[in-house]
């Protein structure tokens, strides 16, 4: 196989052992691909911090922090990564409890063929990643004109009455990501202040505001406290976001069952006086969620 012949694959190696971690780095690097090392556990996290590979190979036996609990971290910081397991005595317990915490295969050590027994485990990890990411950007995209067809179907059932969905949908495809978060919160109804919470990692940061100053940067919200996708909304209080209001109403966005982001207005407000029951807010949170939703995984495919 020659060096062109793979695609550029960003893989990182995690091992304890200096010889065996730069053998596999220089025969990677000799096909083509595009490698990082880690001595252990805690580097290799790190490097995940950094930046997320396509692929992941990673000794199963480490001290300090063991494979096990370097994939189980990976899984958790970057669940679409796929991880390999490599092991000099593997068992099937071993084998079973890697497999269960999400790990792609195993291969054995010591790599007697690495073109066959490395390399093409590698590159089925690596294929599978991207028909994932594939499937999950024509899902996004199909639900998403699902959403716009339901819309349609209501709207022609109401007439022009409520929140326009498919005319805002139409607007949005032209928009910059930039205008998203402004025309989301210019579509709430009368002049109360509104904040649009947008998901990073495992934290919602407030990203944009309306008639309010935005809050700093650290009055971000842990993704926990909304856990269930069925949630329409919520009153509760978030000290020193409305000063002149007492209590908020938050609506989770959830697209495909994830996160991600939330819409806060003030208790008893313009907006709510309006809508006593909150259905136009949630059916622009809804839509708010369509395309968020959208624009986060055609984002992370362009990424990826």
Not at 18 to 29: A, T, V
Not at 152 to 175: K, T
Request: overall charge negative; charged content about 25%; hydrophobic content about 40%.
């Amino acid at each position: 196989m020659t060096p062109h012949s793979s695609p550029r694959l960003d893989v990182l190696v995690v091992d304890d052992d200096p010889f065996i971690r730069e053998s596999i780095q220089l025969f990677l690097e000799s096909e083509g691909l595009s490698v990082r090392v880690a001595s252990g556990g805690k580097e290799g996290i790190e490097l995940l911090h950094e930046a997320e590979p396509d692929v992941a190979l990673v000794d199963l036996r480490m001290p300090r922090i063991n494979g096990l609990d370097v994939l189980r971290e990976f899984k958790r910081l970057a669940p679409e990564v796929e991880v390999v397991m490599a092991t000099g005595d593997a068992t099937l317990e071993s084998a079973l409890s890697a497999m269960k915490l999400g790990a792609y295969t195993y291969i054995e050590k010591p790599i007697v063929d690495l073109e066959k027994d490395l390399l093409g485990v590698l590159l089925r990890a690596a294929e599978r990643r991207t028909l994932r990411k594939t499937n999950r950007k024509l899902q996004g995209e199909l639900q998403l004109a699902l959403h716009q067809l339901d819309a349609e179907r209501r709207e022609r059932r109401i007439g022009l009455d409520g929140f326009p969905v498919s005319r805002f949908l139409r607007r949005c495809a032209s928009a910059s990501e930039r205008d998203l978060k402004s025309m989301i919160l210019s579509s709430i109804p009368g002049e109360s202040p509104a904040i649009l919470y947008l998901r990073s990692e495992s934290m919602l940061i407030p990203c944009a505001s309306r008639a309010v100053d935005l809050p700093a940067v650290d009055a971000v919200l842990p993704t926990h406290r909304f856990s269930d996708p069925g949630e329409r909304w919520r009153e509760g209080d978030l000290p020193g976001v409305f000063v002149e209001h007492d209590g908020a109403l938050m609506l989770p966005l959830f697209w495909l069952g994830e996160l991600v982001g939330l819409i806060v207005v003030p208790c008893n407000n313009s907006a709510t006086d309006l809508d006593p029951g909150h259905r136009l807010l949630r059916r622009i949170a809804d839509t708010a969620a369509a395309i968020l939703g959208s624009v986060r995984t055609r984002s992370s495919s362009a990424t990826g």
